[in-house]
C-alpha cells in the first residue's frame, strides 16, 4: 500500500507540470485544447530519441519543450490565422503529431532501460551522499521533481502577473474587451498555447524518463487526465487567486494519481481500466460540486423564504395590535 502511493505521489507531481499547462489553456485562455495529447507524447519521442543517441538528458528534456512549444503555436496559428474552430485545430494538430511522432521515434516504442536519464542521475547523486539506492531513488525523485514544479508554480504565478501574463487572462476572458485596448489577442492565444504545450511536452519527456519507454500512445486520454487534475484541486482546495489556483492545480494532479492508484487495488479492476476510472473521476468531479451548490442554494433560498415569512407574521401582529389601540382610544 505504501509503496503504490509513494509511487503515486511520484507520477502526480511529475503529471501536474502537464495539468500546469492544460490550466493555461483549459482555464487561462478557455481554449479546449486537444493538441495536449499529441504534444505530451511530442516531448516523450523527443527526449527519448535524443537519450537514446547520446545526447544528455537534461539537454533533451529541454529540447523536448521547446518541441512543444512550437506545436503549441502551430495550433495557435491555425485557429487565429486559418481561422478554424478551436476545438477542431485542437484536433487536427493531434492527428498531425500522432505522424510526426512516429517519425521522430522512428518506431511505435522507444525503450531507455540501461539509459542515463534524469532519474538515474538522481539516483547517483544520492548514492555518493550514503544513502542505499532504493532510498536514493524514491526520495532524490520526490525532492527533486517537487523543487521543480514549484519553480514551474512559481513561473506560472510570476508570468500571469506580468503585463503580458494579464493580458492573456483578459483575451480568456473577454477578448473582445482587450483587442478595444489595441492588443493582439491572435499573438497572445498563440503564445498561451505555446506555453502550455511546453509544459505538457516537458511533462511527457519526464515521464518518459520516469517509465523508461516513450511509447506513440501514452498520451491518449491526456487532456482527461490533465481536466482531472485541474478540476479536483479547484474543487478541493478553491480558485480565489492565481497563486491558489495554481496549488490547487498541483494538489489535484497528486490526488488523481493516488484515487487511481487505490482504485486499481481493487480486486474486479485492472489495468486496462485506468481511462474508465478517469472519466468517473471527471464525472465526479463535475457533477459533485454542482449538486452541492444546488442544495446550499435551496437551503438559502428556503432561509430566505422563511425569513419573509416571519417578518411578514411580525408586521401582521403589529398591525392587528395597533387597530386595537386605536378602537380603545375611541
Not at 509513494?6 to 478557455?30: C, K, N, P, Q, W
Request: net charge positive; glycine share 10%.
Amino acid at each position: 500500500m505504501l509503496t503504490a502511493i509513494t509511487g503515486a505521489i511520484e507520477s502526480g507531481i511529475i503529471y501536474a507540470i502537464m495539468a500546469l499547462g492544460v490550466y493555461l489553456s483549459f482555464r487561462i485562455l478557455d481554449f479546449p485544447d486537444l493538441t495536449v495529447d499529441g504534444s505530451f507524447v511530442t516531448g516523450a519521442a523527443v527526449a527519448a530519441t535524443l537519450i537514446v543517441s547520446g545526447v544528455h538528458p537534461l539537454v533533451a528534456t529541454c529540447l523536448a519543450l521547446f518541441v512543444g512549444f512550437i506545436a503549441g503555436c502551430m495550433t495557435g496559428l491555425l485557429h487565429t490565422m486559418g481561422k478554424i474552430n478551436s476545438l477542431l485545430s485542437g484536433i487536427l494538430m493531434m492527428i498531425a503529431l500522432y505522424s510526426i511522432n512516429l517519425r521522430i521515434m522512428g518506431r511505435s516504442n522507444v525503450p531507455l532501460l540501461n539509459q542515463e536519464t534524469i532519474f538515474t542521475n538522481v539516483q547517483e547523486w544520492g548514492t555518493k551522499i550514503g544513502l542505499e539506492p532504493a532510498v536514493a531513488k524514491t526520495w532524490g525523485i520526490l525532492l527533486s521533481m517537487t523543487l521543480l514544479v514549484l519553480l514551474f508554480k512559481w513561473f506560472t504565478d510570476w508570468f500571469l502577473q506580468t503585463e503580458i501574463g494579464l493580458a492573456i487572462r483578459a483575451t480568456g476572458d473577454n477578448p473582445r474587451m482587450i483587442r478595444s485596448f489595441s492588443a493582439n489577442t491572435n499573438l497572445l492565444i498563440v503564445l498561451g498555447l505555446g506555453l502550455s504545450n511546453a509544459m505538457v511536452a516537458f511533462s511527457g519527456a519526464l515521464i518518459a524518463q520516469y517509465g523508461a519507454f516513450a511509447d506513440v500512445g501514452m498520451g491518449i486520454g491526456m487532456i482527461i487526465i490533465g481536466l482531472a487534475s485541474v478540476i479536483i484541486g479547484e474543487a478541493i482546495f478553491g480558485t480565489k487567486t492565481i497563486a491558489r489556483a495554481t496549488f490547487a492545480v498541483i494538489g489535484g494532479a497528486i490526488i488523481y494519481r493516488i484515487v487511481v492508484s487505490l482504485a486499481l487495488r481493487a480486486q474486479f479492476l485492472e489495468t486496462g481500466d485506468v481511462k474508465l476510472i478517469t472519466a468517473c473521476i471527471v464525472i465526479l468531479a463535475l457533477v459533485v460540486p454542482q449538486m452541492v451548490r444546488h442544495q446550499r442554494e435551496k437551503k438559502y433560498k428556503g432561509e430566505k423564504r422563511r425569513e419573509r415569512a416571519q417578518a411578514f407574521v411580525a408586521a401582521a401582529a403589529e398591525r392587528g395590535e395597533g387597530d386595537v389601540a386605536v378602537k380603545r382610544n375611541l
